[in-house]
């Protein structure tokens, strides 16, 4: 028996100073993503806040920046989500995406998702973190 699985596309446009993460997760509240993850996003940014590696708290920084890349995980019950950024030299940096990414001119985001599976995060006794759990959707 083949495992057939139904995919989603979702295909959106983020408008200046609206907040990356935030336009995001009210997204999938809107439309009830319980297992999505981001395919790709073309942007820029007037200001971050990242968490880096290992770190507790956030940095910020303001200027202009292109988001080179963007990925991670998005649900309802809880999304990870990882960015990198360019400054106009080409110094590029990433980390976590927090809340306070304000858009510059444009965010083009294509997402997929999955009604067959629902992520959550918790803590799993493997790292002090709540990290991704995969349940599958009986049918």
Request: charged share 25%; proline share 1%.
């Amino acid at each position: 028996m083949k495992n057939v699985s139904t995919i989603n596309v979702h295909a959106i446009r983020l408008k200046p100073n609206e907040d990356l993460r935030k336009a995001i997760e009210n997204y999938a509240k809107e439309n009830n993503i319980a297992a999505g993850w981001l395919v790709t996003c073309a942007g820029s940014l007037t200001s971050y806040n990242l968490r880096f590696a290992n770190e507790e708290k956030g940095r910020e920084g303001k200027g202009h920046f292109e988001i080179v890349s963007l990925t991670g995980t998005v649900s309802i019950n809880g999304s990870h989500i990882h960015i990198s950024i360019s400054d106009s030299t080409g110094r590029t940096i990433g980390g976590h995406l927090l809340a306070g990414c304000t858009i510059y001119t444009t965010a083009e985001i294509v997402m997929q998702s999955t009604a067959q599976l629902n992520f959550k995060r918790e803590k799993d006794g493997t790292t002090p973190w709540e990290e991704l759990q995969i349940e599958k959707v009986k049918d």
